[in-house]
């Protein structure tokens, strides 16, 4: 082959190479967008969730506090027409100061497993492997390499 031929083909395959460079390392960069994402939607909804629940608790506090403070006031009244007239929202509300909150525990999550863990044959036999962090990046500061150095040979 002459010297152009080689240059072209020195060319394709360096393409080829930074093509499949790309192609990998966007196959990982989709995966991990698409596991933070669904990391992400798994905390805000539980997250979600809890708040929900102490909001509903909070309102039925304050409620309680308002009752409280209403009551307070009534029953400082002297004239017992007044009571008599407000008696359903007196019994009401000791009913509803009597009520327990049901609130009593949060459910949240207060730190990640930032491990990988996956199961791997060895020696025909499945073995649990788990990567902290730091090997993790470790192993991907090493992914890809470049390898089987090919000799074309051409003719001067």
């Known amino acids: 082959m002459e010297i152009k031929q080689y240059s072209l083909r020195l060319e ?16 990982i960069i989709n995966l991990l967008k698409d596991r933070k ?38 029953l400082k009244e002297k004239n017992a027409i007044v009571l008599l007239i407000n008696s359903k929202y007196i019994c009401e509300g000791i009913r509803t100061l009597n009520e ?22 060895i020696n025909n036999q499945n ?9 993790i990046l470790a192993n991907f500061g090493e992914y890809m390499s470049a390898e089987n150095v090919n000799i074309l040979e051409y003719k001067a």
Do not use: C, H, P
């Open 12 to 27: 394709r395959y360096k393409n080829e190479m930074v093509k499949k460079i790309d192609d990998g390392f966007k196959k």
């Open 37 to 74: 994402e669904i990391l992400t939607n798994e905390i805000e909804k539980k997250f979600s969730e809890e708040m929900e629940k102490i909001s509903y608790e909070e309102g039925r506090w304050i409620d309680k506090q308002d009752i409280s403070a209403k009551l307070k006031d009534l």
């Open 100 to 121: 327990k909150l049901e609130f009593k525990e949060m459910n949240v999550y207060n730190d990640l497993d930032e491990s990988l863990t996956f199961i791997k044959e």
């Open 127 to 135: 073995v649990e492997v788990s990567l902290s962090l730091d090997e």
